[in-house]
């Protein structure tokens, strides 16, 4: 059954919030001139359902754990994709600042087409330069993840 609220004003009462279960609005009218004798019914409207923590039968919270294992998820991710992750960020970051600054200059004497041209080969420009430039800063940094961290081993190395 589903929540209904209303507002039902009596004579000599005035306005009552009230509550009731019931399957239809129909239902919920019924009942609430049941409860409260007759009146007017305003407002009547199912009740807004609160999301309390979701458990499944195991008594699992599942809000708290998958939101755990998302981050996790997308920690290993970048760990292991590094190179890619910021080559994505970069090119995306350049394709906005390219649209944004051709949406910003004033073209007076310029054709539309001549303009919209520009933006597309700003944009373009910029996302795979500052895409490359993420790749290469994240395989910099990827190579860092997966250096040896054994001092001794580096020691033995430098002789």
Known sequence: MTKWRAKFYR????LIDTEVEAHSGEGARQ????????????????????KSSTQN??????????????????????????????????????????????????????????????????????SLSLGGFGFIKGDEIKRGFDAPTGGSEQVQQSR
């Open 31 to 50: 009942q609430i001139i049941a409860k409260h004798g007759e009146g007017k019914i305003y407002n009547l409207c199912q009740a807004p359902i609160t």
């Open 11 to 14: 004579d000599g009462v005035g």
């Open 57 to 126: 039968g195991n008594g699992l919270d599942v809000d708290g754990s998958s939101g755990l294992i998302a981050l996790i998820s997308i920690g290993a991710l970048f760990f292991m994709y590094t190179p890619f992750v910021l080559m994505f960020i970069g090119g995306a970051f350049g394709a906005w600042i390219g649209k944004n600054t051709v949406e910003r200059m004033s073209y007076d004497c310029v054709s539309r087409e001549s303009v919209n041209t520009t933006k597309l080969l700003l944009a373009l420009t910029l």
